[in-house]
């Protein structure tokens, strides 16, 4: 029997045995600073005391409880029969926490030594104590009982590590809320983004203004109590609450409220669709000061935390543009266009937040050379406005690269990184060839753009430009059998050109955005045999005094294809990703360790720390079939379909129609997560030939599970009628199979390089995206093991 005995108490912490052996290879996530080993272990069977020093009373039953609903997994726990030992697990706060909700730039650094007799977590505050504990719990989930002896020496990168919540487009109730903060907890993320009010609704009890909730929430909105436990739950946890109240824009639901506050009259009603829309709180009007004074007071009230996001962003001037008050308000104050309102718009709100002791936090489109210098800015627009805010003097976050809402391959997120500088333009010699291009989108307007090739004697290299942005270098640039291919990561995702250029006058292939294959057309512009001409507005750089102005990123999950049933398995366990690239240092890239360690972490979110991404697949499989059915054929053949990436799902139901707050979203697409692993680890096999013998008998065992399982998947379909839109797919991957078959039995074979292209149109026409938003993406996968059979692509 093992007891775990329970001790609060404050002693003086002992001495540790030297570091001997370091490893690189422990899956823990984030990954930290510095690991080294020592010899022997602490077992965790036995009676063990558990001292918390300097660590207040709510932090301290909530650390016990962690460590109780952990060690419960072992067998033999009594935690009731309390008897000493010499055997200790101590966690130590140099100093007691004086408030209980934390702050920016709070250190939550810790040193956690395991030795054989003891168990040492010390920290300079509670919050350290906290990140530490998340490491302790995830080290007895990857050992068990028995923990080596190893010291861990660990710092954030990032003092704002943040996840984004919307609970406007779809409402998220306050379990689901909480639950997200447990898994942020176990990340070491430490800032919840509440998203609260925008078009389709007001989410926040207002005294003041009451009509907001009553009217303009289909009664779905958190009351103050409730807003308030949110915020002492989280703080527990050591994660700070910043609410967004979005001013001037995204103001349908005020409109609906109070439309006497909008610049043009009503009447208004509730806006069901996605999207941006008209209505624009009306700066001319002195009411409309008292009203944001009046809620700026009702959310200092409810959230301690000094930022306050005022949104700011897409504000569409054409309101402004019609009202003759606002008109001749602009006249009055010199405000020659709307840009120049807004800034004056901003600027007086910023100082109604100073009265609040509230500092200003807004999307881009709240920059501006007249607002202080205390104010952030939330990046959606990338890395080059990033780093021209950094350059500015002002305080920064990135949110490009993170959007988590859209399905995405956690590498994309792995390989975003706040201080990331763009990489240098080629400036090798030789023949080269320009073209210019465009890549029609689902929604919105085109992608168009310009990349230069240079084909030296180092290889095929290159530029490119999109949508009139700075100029990037190429990435991954390859040639073979006519078929050009290269890569770069842009705002819609990773983002790959397979390209035919074999005639100048017409641009053939694809554009790959993730998994979702996109048209494009072009033609050749300009040829030469020695360097290309230079183009000008690369990248902007980061200069060193700047670095410290960016203070992290925040993932978001924006809600309009978001809902509580699927919450936990759009966001977990990539997002465990994204807190490392925050946390750990830079030099921490190895994607294979990355999937491997995401991989445990998904196993550990759901049986340690209670989040829902499995059993949310799992529940919504079963609700697509008869009761009491055998769901595994449908989530084998999950392994081998995919989300269709990037927006693409949201610009299919706009085509649709169907783009709007009504949509279901209890199909089989929404019980996707964003990223295949089993895919992952079909692609990482066929990456590891010809050097790892095992890596074809991976491949074929993965195959042959997708084989085995088309009867049974099939049958499932058949007697499903939820499911019978998706038999074609089905179809689909059986021929998919079959072609897998005869490119593995004629690897290295002459005939199968005589029958490549023919392959490779069928994978293709494979790869397009559904009218079910799905993509057969394991075709992606067998393009890649035809390069390979086929031979190696000329570099």
Same mark, same amino acid.
């Given at each position: 029997?093992?007891i775990?005995t329970i001790?609060f108490? *404050? ?7 030297p570091?001997?052996a ?5 899956e823990l996530?984030?990954y ?5 080993f020592d010899e022997?272990?602490f077992?965790l069977q ?5 001292s918390?020093?300097?660590?207040s009373a709510h ?7 962690q460590?109780?609903?952990?060690l419960q997994?072992y067998?033999?726990?009594n935690l009731?029969n309390?008897?000493?030992s010499?055997r200790?697990i101590?966690l130590h706060?140099?100093?007691?926490a004086?408030?209980?909700v934390?702050q920016?730039n709070q250190a939550?650094d810790y040193?956690l ?7 040492q ?5 509670e919050l ?13 989930y990857?050992?068990?009982d028995t ?7 660990d710092?954030p ?5 943040g996840l984004?919540?919307?609970?406007v487009?779809h ?5 689901d =809320?909480?639950?997200?903060?447990e898994g ?5 993320l430490?800032v919840?983004?509440w998203?609260l009010?925008?078009?389709q609704g007001?989410?926040?009890?207002s ?6 909730h009553?009217?303009?929430s289909d009664g ?5 109590e409730?807003i ?8 527990i946890? %050591?994660?700070?609450?910043v609410?967004?109240?979005?001013l001037?824009g995204h103001?349908?639901a005020?409109a ?6 909008i610049?043009l009259?009503?009447?208004?009603q509730?806006?069901?669709h996605?999207?941006?829309f ?5 700066p001319?009007n002195p009411?409309?000061?008292v009203?944001?004074r009046?809620l700026?007071?009702e ?9 306050l996001?005022i949104?700011g962003?897409e504000?569409?001037p054409?309101q402004w543009q019609?009202?003759?008050d ?9 405000l020659?266009?709307s840009?120049?309102l807004?800034t004056h718009f901003n600027?007086?709100?910023?100082q109604?937040l100073s009265?609040?002791?509230k500092r200003?936090?807004g999307?881009?489109?709240i ?5 202080p210098?205390d104010?952030l800015?939330q990046?959606?627009r990338? *890395?080059?406005s990033?780093?021209? =805010? ?8 990135l949110?490009?690269g ?9 590498a994309?997120?792995y390989?975003?990184d706040?201080t990331?500088q763009?990489r ?7 023949k ?7 890549m029609?989108r689902l929604k919105g307007?085109d992608v168009t753009g310009?990349?230069t ?5 180092s290889?095929l290299?290159?530029? =490119?430009?999109l949508?009139n ?9 390859e040639?073979?059998a %006519? ?10 995702? #990773?983002?790959?050109f397979? *390209? ?8 053939k292939g694809?554009v790959l955005i993730g998994n ?5 057309s072009?033609?050749q ?7 290309? #001409?230079a183009?000008?507005?690369?990248s902007?750089v980061?200069?060193?005094e700047?670095?410290?102005? =960016?203070?992290? %990123?925040e993932?978001?999950i924006?809600?309009e294809?978001v809902?509580?049933?699927?919450l ?5 366990p ?5 807190a490392?690239?925050l946390?750990s240092?830079?030099?921490?890239q190895d ?6 360690r995401l ?5 550990y979110?759901?049986a340690r ?10 529940t919504g499989?079963?609700?697509l079939?008869?009761?009491k059915e055998?769901?595994r #054929?449908?989530?084998?053949f999950?392994?081998?379909v995919e989300q269709a990436?990037y927006?693409t ?8 129609g169907?783009?709007?707050q009504?949509?279901?979203l ?10 295949s692993l ?5 692609s990482?096999a ?5 050097e790892?013998e ?5 491949i074929n065992a993965?195959?042959?599970?997708w084989?085995?399982?088309?009867p049974?998947l099939?049958?499932?379909?058949a007697?499903s009628p939820?499911?019978?839109?998706l038999?074609p ?5 059986g ?6 078959e005869q490119?593995r ?5 002459a005939?199968?390089r005589?029958?490549?292209a023919k392959i490779r149109?069928?994978l293709?026409?494979?790869a397009?995206?559904r009218?079910?938003?799905v993509?057969?993406s394991?075709?992606l996968a067998i ?10 692509m000329?570099?």
């Amino acid at each position: 029997m093992r007891i775990v005995t329970i001790l609060f108490m *404050l002693i003086a912490l002992g001495g540790v045995s030297p570091a001997k052996a370091v490893s690189p290879d422990v899956e823990l996530m984030p990954y930290p600073s510095q690991i080294s080993f020592d010899e022997g272990d602490f077992s965790l069977q036995g009676n063990i005391n558990l001292s918390l020093e300097n660590i207040s009373a709510h932090r301290s039953r909530y650390i016990l409880e962690q460590l109780e609903n952990t060690l419960q997994h072992y067998p033999a726990v009594n935690l009731d029969n309390a008897q000493s030992s010499q055997r200790m697990i101590r966690l130590h706060s140099e100093k007691r926490a004086e408030h209980l909700v934390p702050q920016l730039n709070q250190a939550e650094d810790y040193r956690l030594v395991i030795a054989a007799q003891e168990i040492q977590l010390t920290a300079a505050n509670e919050l350290g104590v906290l990140r530490g504990l998340q490491t302790l719990l995830q080290l007895i989930y990857v050992y068990g009982d028995t923990l080596p002896a190893m010291t861990i020496e660990d710092s954030p990168r990032f003092p704002w590590r943040g996840l984004l919540i919307d609970s406007v487009r779809h409402f998220i109730p306050l379990d689901d =809320i909480k639950r997200q903060i447990e898994g942020m907890a176990a990340a070491k993320l430490n800032v919840l983004h509440w998203h609260l009010t925008d078009d389709q609704g007001w989410r926040v009890e207002s005294p003041g203004y009451p009509k907001l909730h009553e009217l303009a929430s289909d009664g779905q909105y958190y009351r103050r109590e409730q807003i308030k436990d949110v915020v002492e739950f989280a703080a527990i946890r %050591g994660i700070r609450v910043v609410p967004e109240l979005d001013l001037p824009g995204h103001a349908s639901a005020i409109a609906v409220a109070y439309p006497e506050l909008i610049s043009l009259p009503g009447p208004y009603q509730m806006q069901r669709h996605w999207g941006v829309f008209e209505p624009l709180l009306d700066p001319s009007n002195p009411e409309v000061y008292v009203f944001i004074r009046t809620l700026v007071g009702e959310f200092a009230e409810l959230f301690p935390d000094p930022f306050l996001h005022i949104g700011g962003d897409e504000v569409n001037p054409s309101q402004w543009q019609q009202s003759e008050d606002v008109q001749a308000y602009m006249q009055e104050h010199n405000l020659p266009d709307s840009h120049a309102l807004h800034t004056h718009f901003n600027r007086n709100l910023q100082q109604i937040l100073s009265g609040f002791d509230k500092r200003m936090m807004g999307w881009d489109e709240i920059f501006h050379p007249d607002l202080p210098k205390d104010i952030l800015v939330q990046s959606w627009r990338g *890395l080059d406005s990033l780093t021209e =805010i950094a350059n500015s003097g002002y305080q920064g976050l990135l949110s490009t690269g993170f959007y988590i809402d859209q399905p995405q391959p956690t590498a994309y997120h792995y390989r975003n990184d706040p201080t990331k500088q763009a990489r240098p333009l080629p400036s090798a010699e030789g023949k080269w060839q320009r073209w210019q291009f465009t890549m029609p989108r689902l929604k919105g307007s085109d992608v168009t753009g310009e990349f230069t090739l240079t084909e030296s004697d180092s290889g095929l290299q290159g530029s =490119i430009r999109l949508n009139n942005q700075s100029l990037r270098a190429l990435r991954l640039a390859e040639r073979d059998a %006519g078929l050009t291919r290269f890569e770069l990561d842009s705002w819609m995702g #990773p983002t790959r050109f397979e *390209l035919y250029l074999n005639d100048p006058q017409e641009l053939k292939g694809r554009v790959l955005i993730g998994n979702t294959p996109y048209g494009i057309s072009g033609r050749q512009i300009a040829t030469g045999e020695s360097k290309p #001409p230079a183009e000008s507005e690369t990248s902007p750089v980061l200069n060193s005094e700047a670095r410290n102005n =960016i203070l992290g %990123g925040e993932a978001t999950i924006w809600a309009e294809l978001v809902v509580p049933h699927n919450l936990d398995l759009r966001l977990w366990p990539r997002l465990f990703a994204i807190a490392e690239r925050l946390w750990s240092e830079p030099t921490v890239q190895d994607q294979q360790f990355m999937y491997r360690r995401l991989k445990r972490m998904g196993e550990y979110a759901h049986a340690r720390v209670g989040l829902l991404h499995r059993r949310q697949q799992q529940t919504g499989f079963e609700s697509l079939v008869a009761e009491k059915e055998d769901i595994r #054929p449908l989530q084998v053949f999950s392994e081998a379909v995919e989300q269709a990436q990037y927006y693409t799902r949201h610009h299919l139901k706009y085509q649709a129609g169907n783009y709007h707050q009504q949509e279901r979203l209890d199909r089989f697409v929404d019980f996707l997560p964003a990223e295949s692993l089993a895919l992952v680890d079909l692609s990482q096999a066929i990456q590891k030939l010809p050097e790892d013998e095992t890596a074809m008998a991976e491949i074929n065992a993965i195959l042959k599970r997708w084989q085995q399982n088309l009867p049974a998947l099939k049958a499932l379909m058949a007697t499903s009628p939820a499911l019978e839109t998706l038999q074609p797919v089905a179809d689909d991957l059986g021929v998919l199979l079959g072609l897998s078959e005869q490119i593995r039995k004629q690897c290295h074979q002459a005939g199968l390089r005589t029958e490549a292209a023919k392959i490779r149109q069928r994978l293709w026409s494979l790869a397009e995206v559904r009218p079910q938003e799905v993509v057969l993406s394991s075709s992606l996968a067998i393009e890649s093991l035809l390069d390979y059979c086929v031979g190696p692509m000329t570099h």
